[in-house]
């Protein structure tokens, strides 16, 4: 698959929705009205969301704010729809059926600009990269032992077309003196990579934790290579969205929500080991010993209007984005606490 060349930073786009799907339904999200204050005093429009979420620790803090009694403290209850990859919550956007999202920041960046008149926002803090959590997995015996041997190869990546792991594939070959190279980008969900690495459906397969421990300790699968090093080190990676239709419509339940998620987002921050005790009973194959030693990206308990400036930046520098993103301007702030 030939994408533009990049060349001294990785740099990363994903794939956002068509057209046809933006008129999509992913997931239904009721529109009750609150019957009681919450604990700020202010009453959500709706008491019941639907946040979609991939089944992976980028949802900790979300499963920390249902399991701690956050949300419902705020008035709120919760369905948690999951999706397996950010990217899949677009259509439910669009179609007001999904009121808040978990999106990685390239997603949303390259989406905003495609379709603006999606109206995304961003709400509340996510994760930013750490090592060994972005990496390429190979088989037990495979061939391939360095990332120039994926010319030509299939490679499993959870969305089509430019995004991180692709890109980052191409910069390591660039790192070996090649010129980016053509590999198959094989859209494969990341439940469903350990099948496909194992059954040889796929060479490689781009992969995040747990899902990385579950490849090594089940398959024999090992890591290629780690994809955030270097320029992309600690560069934000995910965070809470959702659109300015729900801001418009529903205010107090935008607000009510990121008073709860802010509050678990400092939870897993201070505490990274509340989000590993929920890992067995939130993902599948994930077991309490593999809990304990998975790498886990780094839980971010403020909303920094200059950190997620850097994604756009590098984005741009390099031809990912048509014009210049002003992230301040699709940002809204928590409110504050007690408000």
Not at 24 to 52: L, R
Request: proline share 8%; hydrophobic share 40%.
């Amino acid at each position: 698959m030939r994408r533009p060349r990049f060349s001294r930073l990785l740099v990363f786009v994903a794939t956002g929705v068509t057209a046809a799907g933006l008129a999509a339904c992913s997931s239904g999200s009721a529109n009750s009205t609150a019957a009681s204050g919450t604990a700020s005093g202010s009453v959500p429009e709706k008491t019941t969301i639907t946040v979609d979420a991939t089944d992976s620790p980028d949802a900790g803090p979300l499963w920390i704010a249902q399991n701690d009694g956050f949300f419902k403290q705020q008035g709120l209850t919760v369905k948690i729809n999951p999706v397996p990859g950010t990217a899949a919550a677009f259509p439910g956007q669009a179609a007001h059926t999904v009121d808040f999202a978990e999106q990685n920041y390239v997603s949303f960046f390259s989406e905003n600009q495609k379709n603006p008149q999606l109206g995304l926002r961003i709400i509340a803090p996510d994760q930013q990269a750490a090592p060994n959590t972005n990496v390429i997995m190979v088989p037990e015996n495979s061939p391939i032992k360095t990332a120039a041997g994926l010319k030509g190869k299939k490679v499993a990546f959870p969305a089509p077309g430019i995004n991180l792991s692709n890109l980052g594939v191409e910069e390591q070959m660039q790192g070996y003196g090649n010129p980016p190279t053509d590999f198959n980008n094989i859209t494969v969900g990341f439940p469903n990579m350990m099948a496909a690495l194992k059954n040889g459906t796929v060479d490689a397969a781009f992969a995040i934790p747990p899902f990385i421990t579950v490849m090594e300790t089940q398959i024999g699968a090992h890591q290629l290579v780690d994809l955030m090093t270097g320029p992309l080190a600690n560069i934000p990676s995910t965070g809470w969205t959702t659109t300015t239709y729900e801001e418009q419509h529903y205010p107090k339940t935008v607000a009510a929500f990121q008073r709860a998620i802010m509050k678990a987002q400092q939870a897993a921050a201070s505490d990274p080991d509340a989000v590993r005790k929920l890992l067995p009973s939130k993902v599948k194959n994930m077991t309490t010993k593999l809990a304990n030693i998975i790498a886990m990206q780094t839980y971010v308990p403020t909303l920094s209007v200059t950190s997620i400036q850097r994604v756009a930046n590098v984005m741009e520098q390099f031809g990912a984005l048509k014009t210049k993103v002003d992230v301040a301007q699709l940002i809204t702030q928590p409110p504050a606490t007690g408000e």
